[in-house]
């Protein structure tokens, strides 16, 4: 056991312990289809987990908060890093773990990610069972994972109906070598207009959580700008303004890390 940590780590025990004897049966459910019919999946809401563990968190003076790392997306999926970080109010002592978690569909992947990681934390570290399960906040996103592999109806051909022939009034012989009799013209029937599929919404370059996480950690930086040099701020004020790659936003995340940096840990209740 590291010295330093003694105080946090003598916390860290006593909360795995109180977590084992907390009720994790599951308290949502969402069906699904299956090989056999449809499958009703029984789960443990976050919401309920964080019922379990905050007041554990409070009675031994612990605070907790995640830090985001970095938000990325690539082949459809989006893939989530984040800090856990533990904090020993009594002492600031601090325990950090990271989690790297993804989610399936860019359809609220973000919101997907952030909770698997949650779910992956609380298995991982405490061996809390079966918690570890894709949804968002209680409701899984099944539909937009059915509808991003659904087969796209061909458009219907519209058939044109044929133009029809008016035929040539007869003349008498006798009457040849009068004015011609002017032949009636084809009425021209226009087909029906076939309106276009609508087009597919222009994606933006940055995700809802890199836009959410590139305002926060402007605010953040704005607010604890005294913390880090002109030239960082100024950075980050040209970063945030032009802002449109996840590369843009892991520099803004690294300023405003290198600003709470200099931020003493608060010593308040949570």
């Not at 789960?43 to 003076?61: C, E, F």
């Not at 459809?76 to 800090?83: A, E, H, L, N, S």
């Not at 856990?84 to 002592?93: C, F, M, N, P």
């Not at 809802?208 to 402007?218: D, G």
Request: charged letters at 25%; proline letters at 8%; glycine letters at 4%.
């Amino acid at each position: 056991m590291n010295e330093d940590q003694k105080n946090i780590n003598a916390k860290l025990k006593s909360l795995c312990e109180r977590f084992q004897v907390l009720d994790w049966t599951p308290d949502k459910d969402y069906t699904r289809p299956g090989p056999r019919g449809t499958q009703t999946i029984y789960y443990t809401s976050l919401k309920k987990i964080k019922k379990n563990v905050m007041p554990v968190y409070a009675d031994l003076g612990l605070d907790i908060k995640i830090n985001i790392v970095s938000v990325t997306t690539d082949g459809g999926r989006v893939q989530f890093t984040c800090d856990i970080v533990i904090t020993d109010l009594d002492s600031g002592e601090h325990d950090v773990t990271r989690i790297i978690s993804a989610s399936p569909t860019m359809d609220k992947g973000e919101a997907i990610a952030l909770s698997n990681a949650q779910r992956m934390y609380y298995s991982s570290r405490y061996g809390i069972e079966g918690l570890e399960f894709e949804e968002e906040d209680g409701e899984p996103n099944v539909n937009g994972i059915l509808s991003a592999k659904a087969i796209p109806v061909p458009t219907p051909a519209v058939s044109v109906p044929a133009t029809p022939h008016s035929p040539t009034a007869d003349v008498p012989a006798s009457n040849a070598s009068a004015t011609a009799v002017p032949q009636a013209k084809p009425s021209q029937v226009e087909p029906p207009k076939v309106s276009p599929p609508p087009a597919k919404p222009v994606q933006t370059k940055l995700s809802m959580v890199e836009a959410q996480t590139r305002v926060k950690s402007m605010e953040i930086i704005e607010r604890l700008k005294d913390n880090i040099s002109e030239e960082d701020y100024a950075t980050a004020k040209s970063v945030f303004e032009n802002c449109s790659t996840s590369k843009d936003i892991s520099i803004l995340l690294d300023i405003k890390h290198k600003a709470e940096s200099k931020v003493k840990p608060a010593r308040e209740g949570m």
